[in-house]
């Protein structure tokens, strides 16, 4: 391996367990964040819950980290879920469809981004499935599959198999001027990508931590703009749903209208501590920096991979569209023992959609992406599946 900054490997200890570039899959965990989940379990296993308000302390200040970072208009538009899928039917299940209705969205979503939307057929809603690839424009390829009857369009900001970024400002403007919901699932641009949520029109928006936001699975972002909230019908009821739910001497329990009444039971506390970590960290290192980092990695590994003889890039660098990932293919060579070789020398990739798909972050640009490099082209150039 090429130097790396002490620091840098103090924080991220899995540079020294080889090349990871699986960022888009799940991701391993900052020092940071591993040091506050073993404080919590420290403090848990020997005092319990005696600083339970500290703990709250931490989950408000969450909140309002959260909002600050998407340009929500306020804390009281975020709410933390179990994961992207949670968010997501909280929307489709929320609205009060009409038969006729119908909703849009790209070809090929990941499941959780499909899936419930496809489950509406059963009432009726038409799900307009747009084959954004076909066209020059994405965003006019959807835009044009809108008609009156449109109640909603959701996007992933970015697609999971090939790292496509659309562009949110213009789909969320059109919403807007139509009067049709916009939802985005972000779990491929949070921690990655800048994104504001008031700039895109945004109305719903969910994302899991365990990607680009280093934390791990089970604590989810939901973002719900304050004009919409009413517009979804709860699905769900608990205790932890409405304003100061700690007051348990009552005898109304009405739903809060912060976005807090999607949070029916007891919060995450555990995932919270992680979650606030690894935002931390990433607001700390200045997203600015880490969206610089992540476009480097992704024009280095698309030009490099471009020249090797024998592999095709799905998609070629193009700052506007990309993000962190970047994917390949090898028409010429048996994919799964590709994937393998890689995974011999110790670099950690995914297969997705017939392709090879390479997803570092940030904090990997430079040498680290350099030793990740060699060890592709070693691979690629000589046929290396041994």
Request: net charge negative.
């Amino acid at each position: 391996m090429s130097a790396t900054t002490h620091t840098t490997i103090d924080e991220f200890p899995i540079l020294k367990h080889g090349f990871y570039a699986n960022h888009a899959a799940i991701a391993p965990w900052p020092a940071a964040t591993a040091r506050a989940v073993a404080d919590f379990a420290f403090e848990n296993s020997n005092i319990g819950p005696d600083q339970y308000a500290r703990w709250l302390s931490r989950e408000t200040d969450l909140r309002k980290m959260t909002a600050d970072w998407l340009n929500a208009k306020s804390a009281d538009d975020i709410a933390f879920l179990k994961n992207t899928t949670e968010g997501i039917c909280t929307v489709t299940n929320g609205i009060n469809w009409h038969k006729g209705d119908n909703v849009v969205l790209p070809l090929h979503e990941f499941p959780s981004n499909r899936l419930p939307w496809l489950a509406l057929q059963a009432s009726g809603v038409e799900v307009r499935e747009v084959d954004i690839r076909a066209s020059k424009s994405p965003e006019e390829a959807l835009l044009a599959a809108m008609d009156k009857r449109t109640r909603l369009l959701s996007v992933s900001a970015v697609q999971w198999t090939d790292g496509l970024r659309l562009k949110l400002e213009a789909l969320g403007a059109a919403c807007k001027q139509n009067r049709i919901l916009f939802f985005v699932d972000a779990i491929q641009q949070l921690g990655a990508i800048n994104l504001d949520v008031r700039a895109c029109h945004i109305d719903f928006l969910a994302a899991d931590g365990h990607k680009w936001m280093l934390a791990p699975e089970g604590i989810a972002i939901f973002y719900c703009r304050e004009s919409a909230r009413e517009q979804l019908t709860l699905k769900q009821q608990g205790w932890h749903m409405v304003d100061k739910p700690y007051q348990f001497n009552r005898d109304e329990w009405q739903p809060a209208h912060a976005a807090s009444r999607f949070e029916a039971g007891s919060p995450n506390t555990l995932g919270q501590t992680a979650l606030h970590a690894s935002i931390k960290l990433l607001l700390q290192t200045g997203m600015d920096r880490v969206e610089a980092a992540v476009w480097e990695n992704s024009l280095v590994l698309s030009e490099t991979l471009a020249a090797i003889p024998g592999i095709e890039l799905v998609r070629a660098f193009e700052q506007q569209r990309s993000a962190g990932i970047v994917s390949f293919r090898a028409p010429d060579r048996s994919l799964p023992k590709l994937h393998q070789a890689l995974k011999h020398r110790h670099l950690t990739c995914a297969i997705r959609a017939d392709s090879i798909r390479l997803s570092p972050h940030y904090y990997q640009a430079g040498a680290p992406l350099q030793d990740m490099l060699d060890v592709l082209e070693d691979v690629l150039k000589n046929n290396n599946t041994h």
